[in-house]
């Protein structure tokens, strides 16, 4: 049973912008971790694209760097990815999790959301 339900994907046109959510169950490791985004693109592996520790600092990789903001809402155990000027290569399924320091997931996956990119 995945401990994160995530969403706010969709269908956006190139130069888009979405913003997704992920609630966290009480049960997860939300309040005793970093948490991250994934992205699996289609044929490729599951990536971390954005992180926050607990104390609120951001890392991102490459792709998202200047156009993607991760935030948390500890009260509500939940995690934001707000995305703006949105590519093709952009799509893929989009996952919340726990993560490490060295970038891997804690806990559970979820469902994730679908975020495709095209015009």
């Known amino acids: 049973q995945g401990q994160f339900v995530e969403s706010g994907g969709g269908l956006v046109q190139p130069g888009g912008s979405l913003r997704l959510s992920c609630l966290a169950s009480?049960?997860?490791?939300?309040?005793?971790?970093?948490m991250g985004w994934y992205r699996q693109a289609p044929g490729k592996k599951r990536e971390l694209i954005a992180k926050?520790?607990?104390?609120?600092?951001?890392n991102y990789g490459e792709s998202g760097q200047g156009r993607f903001t991760i935030t948390r809402d500890n009260d509500k155990r939940t995690v934001f990815l707000q995305m703006r000027n949105l590519r093709p290569e952009d799509t893929g399924r989009y996952y919340c999790?726990?993560?490490?320091?060295?970038?891997?997931?804690?806990?559970?996956w979820g469902q994730g959301t679908q975020v495709t990119v095209s015009s």
């Open positions: 009480i049960s997860s490791m939300f309040s005793l971790s970093a």
């Open positions: 926050i520790s607990l104390a609120g600092r951001t």
């Open positions: 999790n726990a993560v490490s320091d060295g970038g891997a997931p804690r806990d559970s």
